[in-house]
């Protein structure tokens, strides 16, 4: 979480700064602040609120200057307040610094710092590193960045700029994201790319432990070990538009309108001319496939939700058993993973720290990894043996939309193509599915026309201070990542619950006007559904239906009905989950939430 940004060049920083921080507010947005370089010192202002706060202050009172660093936080250490804020500075002003990551070892070096004299002012981890560099500095600042985090412990990127040094921004990283961004007299760094596309689509990704030294005209790469590095700059193929909203008023919107196209990249790349799921990235002969006994899909959130699907679609075409876990349990309960486990991480991000330890744990037993991940040269990407992108374009809301349907296409194709090889899916069956998936294009644009019909019945349920969502089978983990998205955007306490479950104890909360979304896609097990909708209606809940289009009967069983274009049982997933996305998105509209930026919530979650 937090972003961070830097600037070195002719133009003036502060607008830079401050442009680039917007674009990365979705990593965190509980204070902000920049450190410019004028005249021989170097100039603080930071703020507790929203980046606006920072901006109206700059405003105020500029900062001018061509070299500076900016932040923008998710606290981990240190409640949200204007001296936790970052960049933190030493006493006497000579080194200001912007930190990424959690240094997991800040109490003891903190001690030790404070024996030789240091004085903190903040509860941060990050001033012990802006004490470190201090400490060791003797005229070198890449020396004293390079001794400090010899010591250091845990996940940083930094952005580093010195009074004495003024010509340079020392930047490096371990475990946190940063890219170097090449411009023409002027360069940069951000945790991520849609920082910087303003001014260029040339950039560096950084490994762990690499150093990037930037000044005006050049950029130098030194490896752990301080030797040079060469390396290949990496092309941004997006636009700035990708990472504007574009007429919509929140992110969310535009990226749940965005799902037909990005349905449409996922799959397309996938299949051949004959229209066969052909997965370069993920090449396994049947021989490879047939030595593994066992499938792990691990993630967090949303892309666990899609991993729920992944598993469903693998055991019904492959046959090959699937096992899901969340990935900060993962890594702590010893779980059975050898050289005949394919382990699948699933993250948006490719950033998320519990599913890159997990990862690293599958590695370490010896499994075979792959990754599927919407972000070129995250950490998962480089860390898993494959790699399967999603492009779905960057994701800007923090509530996933985007990459939850394009996570479950790639995992169909890589259904697909298992069950295939294995000769466990009849070919018919596999082309009638692939035709079928050709359609989700045209289905999931049908399917926005819909959103005034959902925007009127969220209008009439945004009172509602609890709501469960129902679903049987694959319905059930739609049904959850559905109350995900509606609890974290409009603050609704909401649960999922598999509809056969209810009565088990769950019932006992329906109540007159309880909100009941109830997901009855899958034909075999309607009736079971009808039964459960009954039960809650029988208590008074106000029930909202998920339902194909042309289920007349489900129009005289519930109260309200949210149709999806018709099409194959396991295939429902990325039409049913449009209209819960929608309902969710309205519902925190109507009760004035911050739709993009949730509260207490960052976009990437890179602390434990
Ligand atoms: O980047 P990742 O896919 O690894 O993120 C995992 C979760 O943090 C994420 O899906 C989260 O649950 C979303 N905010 C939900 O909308």
């Known amino acids: 979480m937090c972003g961070i940004v830097g600037y070195i060049g002719g133009k003036q920083a502060s607008p830079i700064l401050i442009e680039g921080l917007q674009k990365l507010e979705y990593r965190g947005y509980d204070s902000a602040g920049v450190a410019i370089y004028n005249d021989g010192e170097i100039a603080v202002q930071k ?13 105020k009172k500029p900062i001018p200057g061509s070299v500076g660093i900016g932040h923008t936080r998710w606290a981990t250490h240190g409640e949200p307040n204007d001296l936790n804020a970052h960049p933190h500075i030493t006493t006497d002003g ?5 930190h990424n990551g959690i240094i997991e070892n800040y109490t003891r070096l903190k001690e030790w710092l404070i024996e030789e004299g240091k004085i903190f002012k903040t509860e941060t981890d990050t001033e012990v590193i802006v004490h470190l560099v201090d400490y060791f500095y003797e005229g070198d600042l890449e020396k004293a960045v390079r001794r400090a985090i010899g010591k250091m412990e845990g996940a940083f990127a930094l952005g580093v700029i010195s009074k004495n040094e003024p010509e340079k921004i020392v930047s490096v990283r371990k475990d946190s994201p940063l890219v170097v961004g090449i411009g023409k007299e002027e360069n940069f760094i951000a945790s991520d790319i849609p920082a910087l596309l303003k001014h260029t689509k040339e950039v560096y990704f950084l490994d762990d432990g690499e150093m990037a030294v930037l000044t005006e005209k ?57 229209n066969m799921v052909e997965i370069e ?14 499938i792990m899909i691990v993630a967090c959130g949303t892309a666990y ?28 309960r010893d ?18 720290a519990d599913t890159l330890a997990a990862l690293r744990e599958a590695k370490r037993k010896g499994a075979r990894t792959m990754a599927i991940t919407n972000v070129v040269g995250s950490r998962v990407s480089r860390e898993a043996d494959d790699v399967y992108y999603t492009w779905a374009g960057p994701e800007i809301a923090v509530a996933s939309t985007k990459a939850y349907t394009t996570q479950i296409v790639a995992f ?20 009638q599915i692939i035709k079928e998936l050709l359609t989700f294009g045209e289905k999931t644009e049908a399917l926005l026309q819909y959103k005034k019909d959902i925007q009127f019945l969220a209008d009439a349920q945004f009172n509602n201070t609890s709501a469960f969502y129902i679903g049987r089978g694959i319905d059930d983990a739609v049904a959850r990542e559905g109350s995900l998205k509606l609890k974290e955007i409009s603050y609704i306490h909401s649960e999922a619950i598999a509809a056969g479950e209810l009565k088990h104890g769950t019932i006992a909360l329906i109540e007159d006007g309880t909100l009941v979304v109830a997901l009855t896609t899958q034909d075999r097990l309607y009736d079971k559904m009808l039964s459960a909708i009954k039960e809650v209606k029988a208590r008074g809940a106000y029930v909202i239906a998920v339902a194909k289009e042309g289920n007349q009967d489900i129009q005289k069983e519930a109260d309200a009905v949210m149709s999806i274009p018709d099409t194959y049982d396991e295939l429902t997933p990325i039409l049913s989950v449009i209209p819960l996305q929608l309902l ?13 930026k949730p509260k207490n919530l960052a976009k990437s979650v890179t602390v434990e």
Request: hydrophobic share 40%; aromatic share 10%.
């Open 94 to 98: 000579h080194i200001a610094l912007v």
């Open 281 to 294: 990235e993920f090449n396994l002969s049947r021989e490879d496939i047939q030595r593994i006994d066992k």
């Open 584 to 596: 969710a998105y309205y519902i925190a509209v109507a009760r004035g939430c911050d739709v993009d």
């Open 412 to 431: 169909y194709t890589i259904a697909l193509d298992l069950g295939l090889k294995l000769g466990t899916l009849k070919e018919e069956t596999y082309h």
């Open 47 to 59: 703020y507790k609120g929203r980046l606006k706060v920072l901006e109206e202050h700059l405003e």
């Open 335 to 352: 779980p059975f993973v050898n050289e005949k486990t394919l382990f699948i991480a699933v993250s948006q991000s490719g950033e998320t």
């Open 218 to 274: 050049d950029i130098a790469i030194y490896d752990e070990f301080g030797q040079p590095v060469e390396k290949e700059p990496f092309t941004v193929t997006w636009d700035v538009s990708s990472a504007e909203k574009e007429g919509y008023e929140h992110f969310m919107m535009k990226e749940i309108h965005e799902q037909p196209k990005a349905i449409r990249d996922t799959l397309s790349p996938r299949l051949n001319d004959r």
């Open 305 to 332: 939700h899609a991993g729920l699907i992944g598993k469903f679609a693998i055991e019904k075409f492959a046959k090959i058993p699937v096992e899901t876990d969340i990935a900060s349990e993962f890594r702590y």
